[in-house]
């Protein structure tokens, strides 16, 4: 796991200061004790709801902010991928500076749309044992309506961390629903300071101060076969 805090391509040179890249270290710690599981949903949600970020060019983002909901030239007939975590989204899109993925979008989604998907959804690579052969697991591929993909979650560098973070890939056979149904509300980040905020906090060093601003995410409660789906740990 890299802790060296080079200088970030997106974010720009840090300043220099020693004792603020400690501090952050010692943040980082208390957020990733030797009990934190390696892999579960970390997320902000309320009772009903969950926030999962997606970055898209500004033809299909403007029409979405406008609309509420997504629409063309959004594709109904193509997989989409929605992350619950802040920072993996920051990474995937270098902070809303990536070409076609200049607006960044918050959207707040019902947890029974968030949860229909986690559980008709499959591994995008097989546990060990799990399926006979190969082909029983592209079987289920094919069959599921959601593909769930673990990566390494990021610091507010792009660093690598020791825990997962959730992306869900929603197919055609339910991104109708997902498009129209279940959003509740969207937010766009390139025009709320806190994008621009948090950036300029961490080229000038201030990294506690820049984690604060972050969305606050925490674990997102699931089932016993929800988390065996998973792959959810549990200690």
Known sequence: MRRDFP????????ADTTSERQIYKLLLQKMEPSTLPRIQIRANYDEETIVVYQAYKP????????AGHFVEPFSLN??????????????????????????VLGIRITRAGWEEAL?????SHPREGEY???????????KA????QWDPERDIFGNKLSWRSIQVGISK???????KDWIREITKF???????DIRALIKAGKLTEAHELLPKEREYPVSEALAKRLAISRE
């Open 7 to 14: 200088a970030d391509k997106q974010c720009g040179r840090v």
């Open 59 to 66: 033809a299909i983002g403007e029409a979405a902010l406008a």
């Open 78 to 103: 193509r997989m989409t991928w929605i992350k619950p975590s802040f920072l993996w989204m920051m990474e995937r899109c270098g902070w809303g500076e990536k070409k076609d993925q200049e607006v």
């Open 119 to 123: 559980s008709n959804s499959v591994l």
């Open 132 to 142: 006979r052969d190969h082909n029983k697991w592209l079987e289920a591929k094919k």
């Open 145 to 148: 309506t959601a593909i769930v």
């Open 173 to 179: 056979d339910i991104i109708s629903s997902y498009a």
């Open 190 to 196: 390139t025009v709320r300071p806190l994008i621009k």
